[in-house]
């Protein structure tokens, strides 16, 4: 295997062990599974090795008892929830993991019927998709990114259940267009009009709205309600709207496959790249708080790990070709 290229799913399932199982926080079902999963298939063992940079590598003191934040964060595939949960159903083992479960949210505010896996658009690590839907809106999905649609006679509804998506609504006088996460729904106000477009993220915590054209109302999941206008960015949560701001005017940069950074600390900037690099980015926490200003390339996450190891006083380790710790240089520290 270590002359081919190695199997992309693979390493996904062996980031997300990585990053449970050097948290220090895995249970003895999660331990359990890790070794039914490594022990299933000479593949995965092999490819284990191959990201710790063997097994004396997972020895190093410094990987070890990374912050439960980190290791959420370090998490690629789209739920560490159907993941372990599929694998425990190998060997039988039942667990609850404290996950939030992923349905709609109705206007009222509480929960729909689970969704269906088919249907929906979806993005691996270091993929855009560009899309055009069934009534000629027009989609492009951010790296790690999954959207459900679901069109009927009364509405346009997507279902954004992770990830980043820039839209431009099609005109529709008779259906409303609705984007929908767990923390609420955004409906355009606009739909007899062109040019409603705006920029939709929904993480663990709350759901970003930027308005580039028009309006939109937004609508939190406890009811809560506001008019989001061109030039405005918000953040919501399931209970409230947590700020409305004046946009940046860049937040659309990663459609063209760019980071454009104003000011921004280092813990954001290495956030938006873990969709765009497969394994694990550890930042320390002193690192973390470094602002910087600049544009890097989405798209080779290697040369902007080197634009910013010049553009701040840090240094970058190596641990394997899938596991890159990011500290603050000893001459600064």
């Known amino acids: 295997m270590s002359a081919a290229r190695p199997n992309e799913a693979l390493i996904d399932e062996a980031a997300q062990w990585m990053a449970l199982l050097h948290s220090g926080r895995a249970s003895a079902q999660e331990e359990q599974a890790f070794a039914a999963w490594r022990a299933s298939d000479p593949s995965r063992e092999e490819i284990y090795r191959l990201m710790s940079g063997g097994l004396n590598q997972l020895q190093n003191p410094g990987l070890h008892r990374l912050p439960r934040q980190a290791v959420r964060h370090s998490l690629e595939a789209p739920s560490r929830r159907r993941f372990i949960e599929g694998l425990l159903g190998l060997t039988g083992v039942a667990i609850a993991l404290g996950l939030a479960g992923r349905y709609s949210v109705g206007t009222s505010g509480g929960p729909l019927a689970w969704l269906p896996e088919s249907g929906q658009l979806q993005t691996a690590t270091a993929e855009r998709l560009s899309a055009t839907l069934v009534d000629g809106s027009s989609l492009i999905l951010n790296a790690q990114t999954t959207v459900v649609p679901r069109f009927d006679d009364l509405q346009r509804l997507l279902l954004l259940r992770q990830g980043n998506l820039w839209i431009d609504v099609a005109q ?47 609508r939190t999941r406890s009811g809560q ?50 969709s765009y690099r497969r394994g694990i980015i550890r930042v320390s926490d002193q690192a973390a708080q470094l602002r910087l200003s600049g544009i890097y390339p989405l798209d080779d996450s290697d040369r902007t790990l080197r634009l910013l190891e010049r553009s701040l006083p840090i240094q970058i380790t190596y641990h394997s070709a899938y596991w890159v710790s990011i500290d603050v240089h000893p001459q600064h520290a």
């Open 172 to 218: 529709d006088p008779q259906r409303p267009f609705v984007v929908e996460t767990e923390h609420g729904r955004l409906r355009a106000l606009n739909s007899r009009l062109p040019d409603t477009r705006f920029l939709a993220e929904r993480d663990d915590e709350a759901t970003r709205i930027v308005m580039l054209n028009a309006q939109v109302e937004l």
């Open 225 to 274: 309600l506001q008019v989001i206008s061109a030039g405005q960015s918000a953040r919501f949560n399931a209970q409230e709207i947590l700020e409305v701001t004046a946009s940046s005017g860049h937040e659309q940069s990663w459609t063209d496959g760019q980071l454009e950074v104003r000011d921004w600390p280092l813990a954001e900037v290495i956030r938006q790249l873990r």
